[in-house]
Nanobody
Framework: QVQLVESGGGLVQAGGSLKLSCAAS????????MGWFRQAPGKEREFVAR????????SYADSVKGRFTISRDNAKNTVYLQMDSLNPEDTAVYYC????????????????WGQGTQVTVSS
């Protein structure tokens, strides 16, 4: 089992920045690929960003590419999502998730999920 706890969400004006953190506990964090997903009201959960076990490989959804940066610190068992140039379309609950096997953008491949943190961007 891996327990994930997100933090860092909040209310920010358009053009602003937030940095989300996801602290992991339980099994060896460095064995898991990590991802960030988000879900806006009335919409399906969507992939945002992913990072490989050692942080060498990252990828992003087109909607956030160039604005968001995913990183991880395996010594601290934490994954981060730096979000810059935020716009109201980024408003959602953001979830971190852990995938033991596949380096993937598919939510179904992530076995463990945090409870989510709300990000609200005002115009």
């Amino acid at each position: 089992q891996v327990q994930l706890v997100e933090s860092g969400g909040g209310l920010v004006q358009a053009g602003g920045s937030l940095k989300l953190s996801c602290a992991a506990s339980g099994r060896t964090f460095s064995n898991y690929h990590m991802g960030w997903f988000r879900q806006a009201p009335g919409k399906e959960r969507e992939f945002v960003a992913r990072i490989s076990t050692r942080g060498v490989i990252t990828s992003y959804a087109d909607s956030v590419k160039g604005r968001f940066t995913i990183s991880r610190d395996n010594a601290k068992n934490t994954v981060y999502l730096q979000m810059d140039s935020l716009n109201p379309e980024d408003t959602a609950v953001y979830y971190c998730a852990a995938a033991p096997l596949s380096f993937t953008t598919q939510a179904r491949d992530y076995h463990y999920w945090g409870q989510g943190t709300q990000v609200t961007v005002s115009s």
